[in-house]
């Protein structure tokens, strides 16, 4: 049994290795996976499009421009003139926001005149206009309270009574303390799921492509009336893209940290451990997809028509916690989603298998049950 | 019209340092059946290719219906039917549906189309499948829809490439036909195949063997090229006996099992016979059966691929 | 050019689409689920943060800040809890995202006049919906600590202290912030991109490999009449595909649609002719399905997904990648379906996007139809 598996073995690593484009294509296209999803896939604010449109022209105005300046947040790309000029700023995407100080700011501030600043916000990309409202929203309301403080000193040295006892009304401050991504990077918590992403995508892939290859040929009638057993055939095409993915994994994983810096705290072999947890569900997976595709072509389409809807689903960049009650618990089926809180577990927060157990319990029982579905399956057909 | 359908004048291909076709000059007549034959690998299919506009020939040159295949491919392709060796219809389409695409693709004029298609229904004997995907047809009948759909804009030249491959005997012996009734309508029709025994089919055939054409005339006329050689059938009660014993005899050029017995190719006749029986009685093999027989199209070449692999040693 | 063999192999492209299921599966079914995937379940809306509070505290300032976060939509208190331990662990565990944590003499510093903090610890490993988080929690807490000063003022006998300077906000375009708005419009672009790289770009590839295409080139068919025909069929499935997404974006979720709906067919029309045609470029570039797959997907969908701004802003990536983001056709086309359904916007404003599109898919027509070459070596 040991010398057919190991022919088949043998077999399956010269095929896809000798081809200078099968070499290639193990594991080219996931480290350019890698590249482009790390460095494309970003949702952090860092220079919002801000046009100053400054109606006043005095001191205090331009301190409430230094303020959007300094906070780093912010590039001015800017000063409109009118109307029409913000219409097109906004329309034409130049801007993400518009800064309008209306004439009169100054004056408003210095007579104890409550005042506004008004700004208009590019909606067109939700989710930047949700942190630029809000970063907006936190400079102004900085400035107002430090124009406050400044206008209750001023209050008081004018008293100038004895009794006056400074006064300080009651200052509330908001500490906050960022755990495990203290920058707020998001790529910090897209990369580990785009590990995810990739070794999923290839050995899913090679898999079935590789058993639907040998049916398209027809080398695979030849394989069945040989005294090669159904689970030698299988395992023979299924453990070296295990090999594959598990070279994969270690090749996506250093460039991720030496490229992008993501932190590492967690065990490398738990790692290890659970990505060969998940390959079982993965390579499954490829197995199944091969007994219900007669082309390649087949095999390819219907891999990314299983593939999109569960890497969607996973929380990978849409968190779960966001979606409905009904589709988080679809959710629970989707042994990617636990993958990926392992990979995110071990990357950015270093838990271990105290904290994953369950995710690590879901991923063995799901590959368990896969495995042995498709394989049955499998041996169905080759009978 | 010319009188040839194809001239071919020092057609080279080659593949890299690989020769596939090696200076082949041959003429076909129109309304010939000209049959291309050769073990695989011999260069036919390159040549057919070559003179369907597929392939650039490496040097050399060739008109297929007086038109130059180098500097008037398209032109050559309004007037050719092509049936390649994979039989190449799509599967997935029915066998109306793929009439349908290629009388588009030829420019079937519309007047003609209906006409046509129940023709090539009523050939290729599929009229009761006409609304079947291809894909569940049985090998002959593929086959006879492959080569309908290369007609049906009614081409003076036919090429074939191994139309008769992977099919059933009696389908072949049908397909043959077909290709009596094209040519006695005026088509021209260059086949290549590999099984020798076609050969008797053509009028003209030719020989190719490691790119090079080594016998070309009619059937008749090769058979007759073998007369310095003659065969004896021969029954035995020994096989591989007979066999060893006769690879000692002197005289004998060949010496070959053929379907329970043996064929003997001999140079001198009489004293073949004599000493073919002599031997193996001698061995104690008994011999039923010793007779010359007319050599057949296989024999011949055989023979003749034999004489030119003693060539080349 | 022969209208009457385009006809024919327009038809015969046609029969291959409706009759191979997986293929319309993947161009009709995959849409339409992505589309109520993104409609209904994926959103980058941040909403209900499971929250713990530990107060330290325990005096009716400390409650009435907690009641603060308890008042917020975007806040879900799940516990009060006893110790950094249970905070900790859950911030591990990932059963909270934030826990905000009132130290003890919260009260006592704060009614003296002396800075009182509030502790905020945030998991920032989903570091949008921190920095989300963080920002609403910043507002609450700055808007509650102007109102504590205005009361203590107003106790004082004084004038309720006034906001010198308040932000006005207004957003433009898509008011309640939804997500979805400028998900859904932009996957018609990302359909698209499924059906160019995917379809078309096995479609050639797939006849070399079945031996059809030596037959085809035996025929006097021309490079242009089949690179065109396959293109037409392709390019009636994607609009079928536009349409559908169109018809449930608007009707089903919502979507706005401010703009004109002939520029969106018309730009619609030039951007599935461009993608298609790169489709068939790459077919014709390989004669292996495999490759022509994965070219595919390197080069047309996931740039189209990832690159296009579709999700994520092109602005915030590095100069680099932004460069790349030019020469991809999705992002053109992301801009035009942001600026018909949410602004509104024609020509004037993305007549550039017009023109980068019309240019880019008249040379990758050109391109695929050389490609496609006649001799078979």
Known sequence: ?383 | ?313 | MSLRRLKAVTKKELLHIVRDYRSLWLAIALPLVMLLLFGYALTLDVDRIPTYVYDQDHTPESRDLINQFRGSRYFQILEAVNSYRATDRAIDKSTILLSIVVPKYYSRHLLAGEEADVQLLVDGSDSNTASIALGYADAVVQSYAAQLRSDAQVRRGGQALQVPVEPRIRVWYNSDLKSKNFIVPGLIAVTMMIIASMLSSLTIAREWENGTMEQLLSTPVRPGELVLGKLIAYFALGIVDMLISIIVGVFIFQVPFRGDVWFLFFTSCLFLFGALSWGIFLSASTRSQLMAFQLGMLSSFLPGYLLSGFIYSITNMPKVIQLISYVVPARYFVNILNGVFLKGVGTRVLWLEVVMLAVYAGLVFVGASRKMRLKVA
């Open chain 2, 1 to 313: 019209m010319q009188p040839n359908a194809v001239e071919i004048h020092d057609l080279v291909k080659r593949f890299g340092d690989f020769v596939a076709v090696d200076h082949v000059n041959l003429n076909v007549s129109r309304g010939e059946i000209f049959g291309f034959l050769g073990p695989n690998g011999a260069g036919k299919s390159t040549t057919i290719r070559m003179l369907c506009g597929l392939l650039k020939p490496t040097s050399g040159s060739a008109t297929v219906g007086g038109l130059d295949i180098s500097t008037q491919a398209e032109a050559v392709k309004q007037h050719i039917g092509y049936m390649s060796q994979k039989f190449s219809l799509y599967d997935d389409l029915s066998v109306e549906e793929n009439i349908d695409f290629f009388s588009g693709i030829y420019s079937v004029p519309p007047e003609r189309r209906k006409w046509r298609k129940e023709y090539v229904l009523r050939m290729a004997g599929i009229e009761e499948r006409r609304t079947s995907l291809t894909r569940l047809l049985s090998g002959g009948w593929k086959q006879r829809l492959a080569l309908g759909c290369a007609i049906l804009h009614e081409p003076p030249i036919l090429f074939l490439d191994e139309p008769t491959s992977g099919v059933d005997p009696i389908a072949r012996r049908t397909f043959w036909e077909l290709i009596y009734q094209l040519s006695g309508a005026g088509h021209t029709i260059f086949v290549s195949t590999h099984y020798m025994d076609e050969a008797e089919y053509c009028h003209r055939v030719a020989l190719m063997y490691r790119g090079k054409v080594i016998a070309l005339g009619t059937p008749d006329e090769l058979k007759g090229s073998l007369a310095s050689h003659h065969i004896f059938h021969l029954e035995v009660s020994d096989l591989v006996g007979s066999m060893r014993t006769l690879e000692k005899v002197e005289g004998l050029s060949d010496v070959a099992v053929f379907g329970g017995g043996l064929h003997v190719t001999a140079l001198d006749e009489v004293r073949a016979l004599v000493e073919i029986r002599g031997a193996l009685e001698q061995a104690g093999i008994k011999v039923p059966l010793l007779e010359k027989i007319q050599p057949s199209m296989e024999d011949v070449f055989v023979a003749m691929i034999e004489e030119e692999e003693r060539k080349a040693a």
């Open chain 1, 1 to 383: 049994m040991r010398e057919r598996l190991l022919g088949i073995i043998q077999k399956e690593f010269r095929q896809a290795f000798r081809e200078p484009r099968m070499r290639t294509m193990l594991f080219l296209p996931p480290l350019i996976q890698l590249f482009v999803f790390g460095f494309a896939v970003n949702l952090d604010v860092d220079h919002a499009y801000l046009a100053w449109m400054d109606g006043d022209q005095t001191y205090e105005s331009r301190e409430l421009l230094a303020a959007f300046q300094g906070s780093g947040r912010f590039d001015v790309v800017a000063l409109p003139a009118s109307d029409r000029d913000v219409q097109r700023l906004l329309d034409s995407n130049k801007a993400d926001l518009v800064v309008r100080v209306l004439p009169g700011f100054e004056r408003d501030l210095l007579r104890d005149r409550p005042t506004s600043v008004q700004v208009l916000i590019n909606g067109a990309n939700s989710n930047t206009a949700s942190i630029v409202s809000s970063y907006a929203s936190s400079i102004i309301t900085s400035f107002a309270s430090q124009v406050m403080q400044e206008q209750n000193r001023a209050r008081l040295e004018a008293r100038q009574a004895p009794t006056a006892v400074s006064f300080q009304g009651p200052q509330l401050k908001m500490q906050s303390r960022v755990w495990f991504n203290p920058d707020l990077r998001s790529r910090n918590y897209f990369v580990p799921g785009i590990v995810v992403n990739i070794i999923m995508l290839v050995t899913l892939m090679l898999t079935a492509m590789a058993i639907v290859r040998e049916k398209e040929i027809g080398t695979m009638e030849q394989l069945m009336v040989t005294p090669i057993r159904p689970i030698e055939l299988m395992l023979g095409k299924t453990l070296p893209f295990a090999l594959v993915g598990l070279i994969d994994t270690l090749l996506v994983v250093v460039a991720a940290l030496l490229l992008f810096h993501i932190p590492f705290r967690g065990s490398a072999l738990l790692l290890f451990f659970c990505g060969a947890l998940f390959l079982m569900t993965s390579l499954g997976a490829g197995l199944f997809i091969s007994t219900i595709s007669q082309t390649q072509q087949q095999a390819m389409m219907t891999t990314f028509m299983f593939f999109q809807p569960f890497f969607l689903l996973s929380g990978f960049a849409f968190p779960i916690r966001n979606m409905p009650e009904a589709i988080q618990i679809l959710t629970l089926l989707n042994p990617v989603r636990y993958f990926m809180e392992i990979v995110r577990g071990l990357f950015l927060k270093g838990s271990g298998v105290d904290v994953l157990w369950p995710q690590m319990v879901a991923l063995a029982v799901f590959g368990v049950v896969i495995l042995t579905l498709s394989s049955l399956r499998f041996r169905k057909r080759l009978d």
